[in-house]
């Protein structure tokens, strides 16, 4: 039965982006800027996904994501700001990050000779130790490059070839040699897939960038992960939330309609005199739209919109190939300031055991709102999120109590790591809220709970990488299951090329 259109469907809109992911957020932002008629639909109250905010009394927390990538010169969120005129933003450059292990401490610097002689301190074969940190420097410069010329793949079109041009360049050739490899190929024939604390170091950077360990990891991709610290993190004020709220601060201000509360259940293609077009289904009414940018997960494309058999092939093909995301389990917490010695960087992780393994529960991120960040946290208080990978099968199929359990046995877990970095945390704290997979799920609606985007391998990276469009003309999937992957940068460079795909524009500058 056809649903009747509401009084404020009568404008006429030439894109429906579903969901405010930074994806969906940064393709909208740039459409409405040039023109392009945007209607933004998403079925939470607040715009950011995954990297998202919620309100806790005075408290401000960061949902997910943390640490803000892309506000350098040259970074993609500081060019689709400068693109669409929107500079009303702080970003402060972070110094590092702290790595606390089971016997010793390594404070990951921005600065470039700060962190040759801290990573120096590690145990282990020295000379290949430098070896390892001076090609993972020269392959991370290089992909950073690539990212700013704003890579579209996998080739699927002759637009995609042109686009890619621009990769035929000297300064990318470190990239060519490495494209098949692993981190774990190349820690083999240095000879430091046994050293302990070094390997620790290396896998617990992986999980929270490429979300995958050493031995399945791609080269090309753990590099520039690994290298984030020294490329330059960012704090926002406000928090990882403040780039989705100025995001939609330039979409509105360029005239964006965005619908909040609002769930599309369904979208159906159409084709009338030879156009194609798109029924948009909510609960609230129906939208008929030429072109629609899902920023939605891949494995929820065929449960929301009615692909034909080739288009259905092709997600089925490409979930497939992303294989199961990870889960997270959380930890949000107000604490005192008096709580936090001076001098505390402002995210840390910790690895409480040697013989972990990602997904265990022994290592930790730890993330503090900034001093003086009053929009986070009012005067004399930090904001904590803490958070730990987790595996989606250990949440299914639960009972009641069973769930109970396992929740509080996570929670002390992630306790403890929060005990090692601040050991002044329980005498000092306010309130302790923990997440898991099924509070995300509901929060994010997305299948199991899995965030972040899939573990990148060789099968579905780089020219392998999980296309946006699945065969649908006039329908692309951005965001972090499809290509480049996970992070906020990713993401814009997701949404940019939906933009590319939709204007015929060439870039940003």
Same mark, same amino acid.
């Given at each position: 039965?056809? $649903?009747?259109?509401?009084?404020?469907?009568?404008?006429?809109?030439?894109?429906?982006?579903?969901?405010?992911?930074?994806?969906?957020?940064?393709?909208?932002?740039?459409?409405?800027?040039?023109?392009?008629?945007?209607?933004?639909?998403?079925?939470?109250?607040?715009?950011?996904?995954?990297?998202?905010?919620? /309100?806790?009394?005075?408290?401000?927390?960061?949902?997910?994501?943390?640490? #803000?990538?892309?506000?350098?010169?040259?970074?993609?969120?500081?060019?689709?700001? =400068?693109?669409?005129?929107?500079?009303?933003?702080?970003? @402060?450059?972070?110094?590092?990050?702290?790595?606390?292990?089971?016997?010793?401490?390594?404070?990951?610097?921005?600065?470039?000779?700060?962190?040759?002689? *801290?990573?120096?301190?590690?145990?282990?074969?020295?000379?290949? @130790?430098?070896?390892?940190?001076? !090609?993972?420097?020269?392959?991370?410069?290089?992909?950073?490059?690539?990212?700013?010329?704003? /890579?579209?793949?996998?080739?699927?079109?002759?637009?995609?070839?042109?686009?890619?041009?621009?990769?035929?360049?000297?300064?990318? *050739?470190?990239?060519?040699?490495?494209?098949?490899?692993?981190?774990?190929?190349?820690?083999?024939?240095?000879?430091?897939?046994?050293?302990?604390?070094?390997?620790?170091?290396?896998?617990?950077?992986?999980?929270?960038?490429?979300?995958?360990?050493? *031995?399945? #990891?791609?080269?090309?991709?753990?590099? *520039?992960?690994?290298?984030?610290? &020294?490329?330059?993190?960012?704090?926002?004020?406000?928090?990882?939330? #403040?780039?989705?709220?100025?995001?939609?601060?330039?979409? @509105?201000?360029?005239?964006?309609?965005?619908? +909040?509360?609002?769930?599309?259940?369904?979208? !159906?293609?159409?084709?009338?005199?030879? %156009?194609?077009?798109?029924?948009?289904?909510?609960?609230?009414?129906?939208?008929?739209?030429?072109?629609?940018?899902?920023?939605?997960?891949?494995?929820?494309?065929?449960?929301?919109?009615? $692909?034909?058999?080739?288009?259905? &092939?092709?997600?089925?093909?490409?979930?497939?190939?992303?294989?199961?995301?990870?889960?997270?389990?959380?930890?949000?917490?107000?604490?005192?300031?008096?709580?936090?010695?001076?001098?505390?960087?402002?995210?840390?992780?910790?690895?409480?055991?040697?013989?972990?393994?990602?997904?265990?529960?022994?290592?930790? +991120?730890?993330?503090?709102?900034?001093?003086?960040?009053?929009?986070?946290?009012?005067?004399?208080?930090?904001?904590?999120?803490?958070?730990?990978?987790? &595996?989606?099968?250990?949440?299914?199929?639960?009972?009641?109590?069973?769930?109970?359990?396992? %929740?509080?046995?996570?929670?002390?877990?992630?306790?403890?790591?929060?005990?090692?970095?601040? /050991?002044?945390?329980?005498?000092?704290?306010?309130?302790?809220?923990?997440?898991?997979? %099924?509070?995300?799920?509901?929060?994010?609606?997305?299948?199991?709970?899995?965030?972040?985007?899939?573990?990148?391998?060789?099968?579905?990276?780089?020219?392998?990488?999980?296309?946006?469009?699945?065969?649908?003309?006039?329908?692309?999937?951005?965001? =972090?299951?499809?290509?480049?992957? @996970?992070?906020?940068?990713?993401?814009?460079?997701?949404?940019?090329?939906?933009?590319?795909?939709?204007?015929?524009?060439?870039?940003? /500058?």
């Amino acid at each position: 039965m056809r $649903l009747l259109a509401l009084p404020h469907m009568a404008k006429q809109f030439d894109v429906a982006v579903i969901g405010a992911g930074i994806a969906g957020l940064t393709a909208a932002a740039l459409l409405q800027h040039d023109g392009v008629r945007v209607l933004l639909l998403e079925a939470h109250d607040k715009p950011g996904g995954c990297a998202g905010y919620f /309100p806790i009394r005075d408290f401000s927390f960061d949902a997910g994501a943390t640490v #803000a990538l892309g506000f350098e010169p040259g970074g993609l969120h500081r060019r689709v700001f =400068d693109y669409v005129g929107y500079t009303d933003y702080q970003a @402060q450059l972070l110094e590092g990050l702290r790595m606390l292990l089971p016997d010793r401490e390594l404070m990951i610097w921005h600065d470039p000779i700060k962190w040759k002689a *801290a990573r120096r301190t590690l145990p282990g074969h020295r000379l290949t @130790q430098e070896l390892f940190w001076h !090609l993972l420097e020269i392959v991370a410069d290089a992909s950073w490059r690539a990212l700013e010329r704003l /890579p579209s793949l996998p080739l699927q079109t002759s637009r995609d070839w042109m686009r890619n041009l621009k990769l035929l360049n000297p300064k990318l *050739a470190p990239l060519a040699p490495f494209l098949r490899c692993t981190m774990g190929d190349i820690l083999r024939w240095l000879r430091l897939e046994y050293d302990r604390a070094f390997l620790a170091v290396i896998n617990l950077l992986l999980i929270i960038t490429v979300q995958e360990e050493a *031995a399945c #990891a791609p080269f090309i991709n753990a590099c *520039a992960g690994m290298d984030l610290f &020294r490329h330059g993190g960012f704090h926002l004020r406000g928090g990882m939330g #403040a780039i989705a709220r100025h995001l939609l601060a330039a979409f @509105q201000g360029d005239g964006g309609v965005v619908r +909040f509360s609002e769930t599309v259940c369904r979208v !159906l293609p159409k084709t009338i005199k030879g %156009k194609r077009s798109f029924s948009v289904i909510t609960a609230k009414g129906e939208y008929e739209v030429p072109r629609v940018v899902a920023n939605v997960p891949l494995q929820s494309v065929p449960h929301l919109a009615d $692909l034909p058999p080739r288009a259905l &092939r092709n997600a089925c093909r490409f979930e497939e190939r992303g294989g199961e995301g990870w889960g997270a389990v959380t930890l949000y917490a107000a604490v005192r300031e008096t709580a936090v010695p001076a001098g505390t960087p402002l995210h840390q992780q910790v690895l409480l055991d040697y013989a972990a393994r990602s997904g265990d529960g022994r290592d930790i +991120f730890l993330s503090l709102s900034a001093p003086g960040d009053n929009e986070q946290a009012p005067n004399g208080w930090r904001t904590l999120t803490v958070s730990s990978h987790t &595996r989606l099968g250990q949440w299914r199929d639960l009972s009641l109590l069973e769930y109970r359990e396992r %929740k509080r046995a996570w929670r002390e877990k992630l306790l403890q790591g929060v005990r090692r970095a601040l /050991p002044e945390f329980d005498a000092r704290r306010k309130f302790i809220i923990t997440g898991t997979p %099924k509070t995300w799920e509901g929060y994010t609606r997305r299948p199991a709970g899995a965030v972040g985007g899939v573990p990148l391998t060789l099968r579905n990276t780089n020219l392998n990488a999980i296309p946006q469009r699945l065969g649908l003309r006039n329908l692309w999937v951005v965001g =972090d299951t499809t290509f480049p992957g @996970q992070g906020t940068v990713a993401c814009a460079l997701s949404g940019i090329n939906a933009w590319r795909d939709i204007t015929g524009k060439r870039g940003i /500058p």
